[in-house]
């Protein structure tokens, strides 16, 4: 058995993206096992336990990942998170991967899927509402298959989106008001909001939005009214109707999840996808055990690990 | 972070006994968190992943767990499993424990907390129909509540009955025949069968059984009959009907689910239990989350760890 302590760590961004194209592909054709997310609430917060195998792949697993939101006050990260992964032919464990940095870039890879297949523009201006670690990893895999030609950014806190943008790695960036950052060709959200923060008027036809941050009920950063003027993709319409950014305006009556327009995974196989160059286009992400397999397969073939004795 | 590669080794199980039995009262109370199993199936066996948070304790994590008929030919046992446990205030994955041992031990502890308020003598002839690791894990485990004078075993190849009781640490130990392994104060079954061995007609008033070997639909070892004549205790009512001794019965109609007399933790806490000294009481384990994470915090008081990095 394996440790691997960071291996997010050099992870080739690009190779990630294929691989979660590939996971999603093969959830749309029916030939994944993913039983539903487990939630345990704990006192400051919960934790999800996430199995799922690949035969594709030859990959099976289980990702379990907590969310404390007031962990940031003791020096820790809201989420941590760590995947076991078992050898299909006999069942024995066989790695355990920190999956905290993963976590981050395999959400990051799913936008990266979703602008490829559902953006009309192949040069892009970004526009990212919110400016943490998620920020970060959807440009840098949108990065890999679009060309940026620059990054608006707003934060509730307009220091931390000038901070943002001091990062080197990035496309040219800078901070905005909320209205302009929504002026843009692919908008990503990644607050953990709980009322609309992007308003309809703001949002011109043609631009895809990756909403994200909606991660469990009672969450939302999208003003219902775009999602009933947009075609709307989920990753998994179960998990999306009951955590992602539709679950509050299907609660409230605003949204019919009749409405869903299709999956990821139908989009990447050529079943679904954008119908003209003026409509608008959201992928609702609540992010899928498959993704967490995908990438920790992408790791496993190159980070550094520690052996541990089992059995 | 800490990895404990051997925590089944030299643990106390007194201690293991009155934990698992805490447990059970903590679920009989109403005051556990713990998810239906997932089950996901790969071409040679399946996994589970079963979390749990127990509050009394302060323990919250995950087993995950294979079931691999084919494995022994391979050199592998059946049965390997793992368990995470988080810390309850931040959920930063804290230990991560090989459970192969201790999935012996937790349910051989399951047995014994059975034995010890549902068997009506405390010194007991121990009949058992199956050698394999979880016979021995029984035997071991009631020989800390209750006085064993002797064992006897019956396997479907005898050579197997006779080399199990070559092991000094057991009591005074023979290899029979089924119907005369039968006729004893407690009977614990541990095979694999998918069709009845034990005959209605061989089993006394009085005896108390534990069926621990179905924990999954079609497997099942017990008469029907015994099961309508006894007073039939189960671990956790969905799981038992779902997959423990029951399930095959019920599914055939010879069986009532309403016959269920009540839940392990609830013969703990004294709100159920053996009516008199002739009856014919059931213990239908199928294995819960909760028993993971009670014997978990035992081992983690003692056993040798490796420490690893996290974040």
Redesign the interface.
Known sequence: MR?Y??PARDIDLRRVNRAIEEAFAEHARGHV?M?PK??????????R?M???IPSLGI?G?K?V???PG?PS?G??TV???T?I?D??????ES?L?A?GLTDLRTGAAGAVAAKYLSPKRKVRLGLVGSGRQARAQVMAIGQELSITEVLVWSRNRANAEKFCEDPLLPECRSEDLKTVCDCDILVTTTPSREPLVMDRWISGGTHINAIGADAPGKQELDPAILRRATVFVDDPAQAIHSGEINVPIAKGLFDPGRIAGTLGEVVIGRKGRKSPDEITVFDSTGLAIQDLAIAAIAMGSAEA?D????
């Open positions: 440790y302590p960071d096992q039983p487990l939630y345990v609430t704990l006192e400051k917060g919960d934790f336990t199995p799922a195998y099976a289980v379990i907590n969310v404390h962990n003791l820790l990260p941590m998170a760590l076991v078992l299909v032919e006999t069942g024995r464990p355990i920190n905290t520690i541990l004795p089992f059995l």
